[in-house]
């Protein structure tokens, strides 16, 4: 049986287990009556006969007592109870005259009465009650071969009476009785059945419906809601189920929730791990060489193993170097840790962009000279912008600096200042050998170096372009490299600053 039969299966169970109880029950019932008729109704039919024909008895007596038994109007009431409860009945005097009956047959039972009183009957019969004047019994009549229930006996004042009924009606009727209600009892329980597989449905349904439900929210599925409008203990149920159903949606949901702001916590914490153990690893790498160079230097001045003026000059100026090649790291170090934290506020002003490069190169123009660079600079033009002046002239400083010790060739830098969109974009170009692909997704990263052993010539130590990345991501500013066959370009761009220009929000975009 597949799957989808087996539910079927379990969801009709309960519709056929209540109607077969209801069924049940109901020819349990008729069973059980059509029992009790046919063991014990004959015998309270022959119960009540006899009751009644005691109180015949009693009545008799009475009306001899009272001198009321040949009166007109006794006669007519004897008559109509003889009729109502199918009795036969005569009384005699002590002459054996008819004084009362019921009405035919009066020989026949004047010579049953004489039988019994004097003895004379060959018939057989069971006493079921013998008193002090009158005896009760069930006689049987050979000669009709019939059996009937009879009492006789003396009444006051000398007269005798015998009243009979015949049991034969009695197992007529029980029978009649007994076929009746077995044909009323089948066809009851059919219809009965009938009416209780169709009325089951009404229950079973919304029953079905709300075991439907709860597979459905098993599965974590929300959208099903009982549509029931009963206010019986189903519906009720119905309505605690969809409470449910929106509880452990929104709970659900809540959890998800925590448990994705809880991922992204791990994620960051991880991350972060991961840049400090980078961040840690890094350093001791970088403060390795320099520290190791001073500490033998250092331990060579202190043996004196070069005496002679110049050497030990040379030794100190190695020590001299490399702290400040050290000490230039921790500052940067110190930067980019401000900038990246956040702590350090970024002051938006209005300046002139040209101007600042200018008085840069100014300052920078010895270094230039000292590595026998070519600088160009065609701007001339005041191009007002917006952005935190000093940070600006850092970033600059950075890419000057590092066009500077990668400039090879014909050792040209370039320096320009484009207008586009809205925008002023400055960019430093080195002629010099392009950086490879592969490395240009890194050059933003910290400690990041194309080559380290050039780098380790100059002095750099990788932080400079991640202190760019910082500085251009506080103010949402772009900022990028190109790579040409004759050299690199690394490039900025700030707003530009009109007279009717405002300050408005820009997307940070790394291009590489």
């Not at 929300?222 to 159903?245: M, P, T, V």
């Not at 961040?279 to 390795?288: A, G, I, P, R």
């Not at 392009?434 to 932080?463: C, M, N, Q």
Request: aromatic content about 8%; some cysteine; charged content about 25%.
């Amino acid at each position: 049986m597949h799957k989808k039969e087996k539910k079927t299966a379990k969801r009709t169970s309960i519709r056929k287990q209540f109607a077969g109880i209801f069924i049940g029950l109901m020819a349990g019932t008729i069973l059980l009556c059509w029992f009790l008729n046919s063991g014990f109704l004959q015998k309270y039919y022959i119960s009540n006969k006899k009751a009644v024909l005691m109180r015949m008895y009693e009545e008799l007596g009475e009306a001899v007592a009272n001198g009321e038994i040949d009166t007109d109007e006794y006669q007519l009431s004897l008559q109509q109870q003889c009729s109502k409860y199918n009795l036969s009945l005569l009384v005699l005097n002590a002459n054996s005259e008819v004084v009362a009956d019921s009405g035919g047959g009066s020989e026949f039972l004047k010579q049953q009465l004489l039988q019994h009183l004097f003895a004379l009957s060959g018939e057989k019969y069971e006493i079921m009650e013998n008193g002090n004047n009158y005896i009760v019994a069930r006689v049987s009549d050979s000669r009709a071969q019939m059996e009937y229930i009879e009492s006789w006996g003396i009444l006051t004042g000398g007269y005798f009476f015998i009243v009979r009924s015949a049991l034969e009606g009695i197992r007529d009727s029980a029978k009649i009785a007994n076929t009746f209600l077995a044909s009323v009892g089948i066809f009851s329980a059919i219809i009965s059945g009938i009416v209780i597989w169709i009325v089951s449905r009404r229950v079973t349904t919304p029953i079905l419906q709300l075991a439907d439900i709860s597979e459905r929210m098993c599965h974590l599925d929300f959208e099903a809601r009982y549509s029931g409008n009963s206010k019986n203990e189903i519906g009720i149920l119905g309505e605690n189920i969809n409470q449910l159903s929106d509880t452990l949606e929104h709970t659900i949901s809540e959890l998800k929730t925590a448990n994705n702001e809880l991922k992204k916590d791990i994620q960051k914490k991880e991350e972060i791990d991961q840049m400090r153990r980078e961040f840690l690893s890094n350093v001791s790498h970088e403060l390795k060489t320099p520290i190791a160079l001073i500490q033998g230097y250092a331990e060579g001045l202190l043996e004196d193993v070069n005496s002679d003026p110049e050497s030990r000059k040379f030794y100190c100026d190695v020590i001299v170097d490399e702290a400040a090649k050290m000490n230039n790291m921790v500052k940067k170090l110190l930067t980019l840790n401000q900038l990246e934290a956040g702590n350090d506020v970024v002051s938006m002003e209005r300046f002139d962009i040209t101007a600042l490069v200018h008085n840069y190169l100014q300052s920078a123009d010895l270094l230039a000279k000292q590595n026998g660079i070519s600088v160009h600079m065609d701007q001339t033009k005041e191009i007002y912008v917006w952005g935190d002046e000093f940070k600006i002239e850092e970033v600059l400083m950075n890419y000057f600096s590092n066009a500077v010790n990668h400039c090879e060739k014909e050792k040209v830098v370039e320096v320009k200042i484009e207008e586009m969109d809205g925008h002023a974009r400055v960019s430093v170009f080195n002629t010099g050998m392009p950086i490879p692909e592969d490395s240009l997704p890194h050059l933003w990263e910290k400690f990041y170096k194309v080559d380290k052993a050039r780098t380790r010539e100059y002095g750099g130590s990788g932080i400079g372009l991640s202190i760019v990345k910082a500085i251009m991501e506080s103010m949402n500013q772009k900022y990028g490299v190109i790579n040409y066959e004759n050299g690199v370009r690394f490039w900025f761009e700030l707003e530009l600053a009109g007279e009717e220009s405002e300050i408005t929000p820009a997307i940070s975009e790394k291009n590489s």
